[in-house]
């Protein structure tokens, strides 16, 4: 066993490592840029945002306040927003690595739980939704519209919704709440907050997919992102193209997978309805074509991208390793 690492490398590496996966239909890659998103951008975003990584490791600074400084950070370094979704997710999940972490141990027993980081976000609070409000006025982020009753918590807003939030106690998980179950048909969940609230299964199952996979890293997080996509809508693919095209983009790739026929559309277990088998399967040549396909039609599946920069940064905690 590698001796444990630690937790900010294993998060930049997991930022590193889900840029350089290939191909990733839709997304910026090793071998894909898109208009003035360049692969570089997202190195630059990786090591800007470091010092909010660092923060979040630290267990002083709110998590509210870590991301917001991850977020400046990688703007900063990249000029523009690469990994705001990343972040999102890898803020909690490395302050539930070093929470209450045995120093002696090693990096499988130091990875992080889903009750500890579920234990983190309940904690989060007031002040902490007020930082990721404040972390949309340093970047552009497409977000859909909310519903008609939810403009006062419109996270475009910044920090003109503070007033709100304050008013109604809401905490950063009572943020995430309402966009996790938007209560409307016409749109998907935002997947990265329902890890937020559900104990990020989708990050841990993917990990999983990751950790048990053989040859490169790279291949095997382009492997667990068409798992992802296959079973279930993309949040940004929902908020850019509309629902019905999301759930294409699923079932397309879902036909990547080796013997997944019938995934592609939501399950209770969010990734319950593909298994490691299929993901380790995966035609990744077939997939270089699905990845031309999707940059021309713009379908950007960027919240899976988000979730396969956890699951990475997951498995890393847990054994995976660079090196054969």
Not at 120 to 140: G, I, L, P, S
Request: proline share 5%; hydrophobic share 45%.
């Amino acid at each position: 066993m590698t001796a444990a690492g630690d937790p900010v490398d294993d998060a930049t590496l997991a930022l590193l490592l889900e840029v350089a996966g290939t191909p990733k239909p839709g997304n910026v890659d090793r071998r894909r840029d898109l208009g003035d998103l360049r692969f570089e951008s997202f190195l630059g975003g990786a090591v800007g945002a470091r010092e909010g990584l660092e923060l979040a490791a630290g267990g002083a600074a709110p998590v509210g306040d870590a991301f917001e400084r991850a977020v400046v950070g990688m703007a900063d370094r990249a000029g523009t927003n690469t990994q705001f979704g990343c972040l999102l997710l890898l803020v909690p999940l490395v302050r539930a690595t070093v929470a209450g972490a045995d120093a002696s141990a090693g990096r499988s027993a130091r990875a992080p739980s889903p009750a500890a980081v579920d234990r983190v976000t309940r904690e989060a609070t007031v002040d902490d939704a007020v930082a990721f409000y404040r972390a949309f006025e340093h970047v552009d982020v497409a977000v859909a519209d909310p519903p008609a009753d939810a403009a006062e918590l419109d996270v475009r807003r910044g920090s003109d919704a503070a007033p709100t939030l304050r008013e109604r106690g809401l905490t950063l998980r009572d943020v995430m709440a309402l966009s996790a179950d938007p209560d409307r048909s016409d749109r998907a969940p935002d997947r990265n907050a329902q890890e937020w609230v559900e104990g990020f299964p989708r990050t841990f199952r993917a990990a999983e997919w990751i950790r048990d996979d053989t040859g490169p890293l790279t291949d095997r997080a382009a492997r667990a992102f068409l798992g992802l996509l296959a079973a279930e809508p993309d949040t940004l693919v929902a908020a850019t193209h509309g629902l019905e095209a999301a759930r294409e983009a699923s079932a397309r790739a879902a036909a990547l997978l080796d013997g997944a026929d019938g995934v592609g559309s939501e399950t209770a277990a969010g990734v319950g309805g593909v298994d490691a088998d299929a993901v380790h399967g995966a035609d990744l040549n077939a997939a270089d074509g699905l990845a031309t396909a999707f940059v021309d039609e713009e379908i950007n599946p960027g919240t899976t991208a988000d979730i396969t920069c956890a699951a990475l940064y997951v498995a890393l905690r847990r054994g995976a390793e660079v090196a054969p």
